[in-house]
């Protein structure tokens, strides 16, 4: 599994997972993606087959329905969390990513609550 983390997560975040616990993240400044629009960033998951995680709930709700294929987006709808709730959070959003499965054109809401849905991306 491979993933992209939005600018609204810390890089920090994308480097503990790497280091760590040895999986495939990468944040947008390491792309050269801060400030990028949102199709952009969107794009550059898809071209890397990466499952793109945001806080960014609205604008990719959308994006995800204007899509015809994307590796999947993970769409977090807690407010603020420190560096350290982040990167707690994203390891529960892997394991579960790891049970639910595949999440190509499917989005993975993570509630307010910590609850996680698998659903597909909304229709156009």
């Known amino acids: 599994m491979k993933l992209l983390l939005?600018?609204?997560?810390?890089?920090?975040?994308?480097?503990?997972?790497?280091?760590?616990?040895?999986?495939d993240v990468c944040h947008v400044r390491d792309r050269g993606l801060l400030g990028a629009t949102d199709p952009e960033v969107l794009e550059r998951a898809f071209l890397e087959d990466r499952v793109f995680v945001t806080k960014n709930v609205g604008d990719f709700e959308t994006l995800a329905s204007s899509r015809a294929l994307?590796?999947?987006?993970?769409?977090?709808?807690?407010?603020?969390?420190?560096?350290?709730e982040q990167l707690a959070l994203l390891r529960r959003i892997v394991t579960n990513l790891a049970d639910v499965g595949d999440?190509?054109?499917?989005?993975?809401?993570?509630?307010?609550?910590?609850?996680?849905?698998?659903e597909p991306s909304p229709a156009t």
């Open 103 to 118: 999440l190509v054109n499917h989005v993975l809401r993570v509630a307010e609550d910590g609850s996680m849905t698998k």
């Open 70 to 84: 994307h590796a999947g987006i993970v769409l977090i709808e807690q407010g603020d969390l420190t560096r350290d």
């Open 6 to 23: 939005d600018e609204n997560l810390s890089p920090r975040v994308a480097e503990a997972l790497a280091r760590d616990d040895g999986l």
